[in-house]
Structures are given as C-alpha cells and as structure tokens.
C-alpha cells in the first residue's frame, strides 16, 4: 500500500512540475537529507481558475472559500476503502494538534469527492463528521472538477461502469495539497503522511 501511495505522490509532483515548468521545490521538513520531505512548496504560489462547486450544506463553494486562511485539500470518494479514510483520519489528528499549539494555524480541511454520481452533499456531509464537525466536504460537475484538478495536478479516474451502478472503483492522487489564505497553491504534503511533521512544517510557515 505504501508503495502505491508514494506512486500516486510521485505522480503528482510530477504533474505540477510540468506544468510549472520546474523542477524545483523547496522543503520544508524536519526529516535527515535523503527521506521524503513532510511538505512540498512551489517557488511560487500557483493561481487557480475559478470553480463552482456546493458544499454538504447547499451552499456554493468557490474560490472565495479558499480566501482568509489556510487550506488542506484532499481530493477522494466517500466509497474509498482505505486511502480517503486514513488520510482524514490523519488529517483530524493534525487539526487537533495544531489546536493545541499556542499559536495555532487559522486553517480548514476541505474533502472533494471526484464521485458526484454517488456522493451528494448529504452524503458528504455524513462522512466528514465522522472524522471533523469542522470538515468541509464539496464536490460538482466534472466540467467543473477537471480544470481545477488539472491545473492542482491531481490526477483522478472513474472505472466504466453502468449507469446507476453502485459499486465502482475510482482512482485519485492520495496528497494533501496546502493552499494560502489568498486561495493559491503553495505546496503539497506527499503520502504517506506524518501527522507530527505536518504539524511541525506548518507551524515554521507561521515563523
């Protein structure tokens, strides 16, 4: 499994590199030279395009939600058997650590599902509170879900499938993306992932 996700890490950067057109990053960890840094920046924060999404409330979710502080985004499916839930899980424990610094990082944790098909809002909505009461789940058209994936470089797939089938399989990039409080990209946590080096790296940001 582990493997796999590095893959998927590796994909990711991959993507975003060629679309920056660089092969720099900068990271910032606190692991010895040679490991798989905790966080990824870009040299310079990536704009997005902008997006028309809805939350597990109704709500329209756009770039604005994005603005005013921190982001994690991970995208995934409510139907995912292990990547999704292990990674919020991991993402609920981050949350509560960073609640307990001192100086706590304003941030939220946002879960896009790919799978509009099958996870409504109110689907949405039940998953994140059995992680967070302060996750906010979003998804939308793919029309809507594609140009921003691509230009976030996180790759996703759907399996064929019938028509109202409820079992499938769908493929997706298994990294945490970090976004400023002006909505811009500005790095990407790689699976698998540290709670306590996330914390860590996201604290230094605030220094």
């Not at 996700?5 to 900068?26: D, R």
């Not at 001192?102 to 949405?124: I, K, N, T």
């Not at 028509?163 to 997706?172: F, I, K, L, M, N």
């Not at 990209?185 to 540290?194: E, R, W």
Request: aromatic share 8%.
């Amino acid at each position: 499994m582990n493997e796999k996700l590095f893959f998927l890490a590796l994909i990711l950067v991959a993507a975003i590199s060629a679309v920056t057109g660089t092969l720099v990053w900068k990271a910032v960890d606190s692991r010895s030279s040679g490991e798989q840094p905790a966080l990824l920046v870009l040299p310079e924060p990536r704009e997005i395009p902008v997006f028309e999404l809805i939350d597990q409330d109704g709500k329209a979710f756009g770039p604005d939600r994005l603005r005013g502080q921190w982001s994690l985004l991970f995208f995934g499916f409510t139907h995912c058997p292990d990547i999704c839930p292990g990674t919020l899980f991991d993402l609920a424990n981050l949350q509560a650590q960073l609640e307990n610094e001192d100086a706590a990082m304003h941030h939220q944790v946002v879960f896009v599902s790919v799978d509009p098909e099958r996870d409504s809002p109110g689907r949405l909505g039940d998953y994140v509170r059995h992680f967070s009461s302060d996750f906010t789940g979003v998804t939308g058209e793919h029309d809507q879900l594609l140009p921003l994936t691509r230009k976030l470089g996180i790759a996703y797939r759907i399996a064929e499938h019938a028509e109202g089938a409820a079992q499938y399989s769908v493929d997706h990039s298994a990294s945490v993306l970090l976004m400023d409080p002006e909505g811009r990209l500005h790095g990407v946590f790689p699976a698998p992932h540290d709670v306590a080096e996330m914390a860590d790296a996201l604290t230094r940001l605030q220094g």
